[in-house]
């Protein structure tokens, strides 16, 4: 997210521009996934999380403060709910 949103606003786009396209990119990728998923999990492939070989409990989330400027500028942006114009429900 941070290098998209990165390089999207050195590109010229406004925060709400790039925003807009990180949805786009987002509901593309969830698709794509989605369509993925079955047919790998129909060919064996296993589609639970990677096991933690270590056996750690850290969940792999990092501080958002810290290394993602882009995502802290954008998050009210980013926090909006804009399922219902995105789907076309009004």
Excluded: C, K, W
Excluded at 15 to 29: D, G, L, N, S
Excluded at 54 to 78: C, E, H, K, N, W
């Amino acid at each position: 997210m941070e290098s998209l949103l990165s390089a999207l606003l050195a590109h010229g786009f406004s925060p709400e521009q790039a925003v807009v396209v990180y949805r786009a990119y987002r509901a593309y990728t969830s698709f794509l996934l989605g369509h993925l998923l079955p047919e790998v999990t129909q060919r064996g492939v296993a589609s639970n999380t990677i096991d933690d070989p270590d056996g750690s409990t850290d969940d792999g989330r990092a501080d958002i403060g810290t290394g993602f400027p882009m995502l802290v500028d954008l998050q009210d942006l980013l926090s909006l709910d804009e399922t219902g114009t995105e789907f076309g429900n009004h």
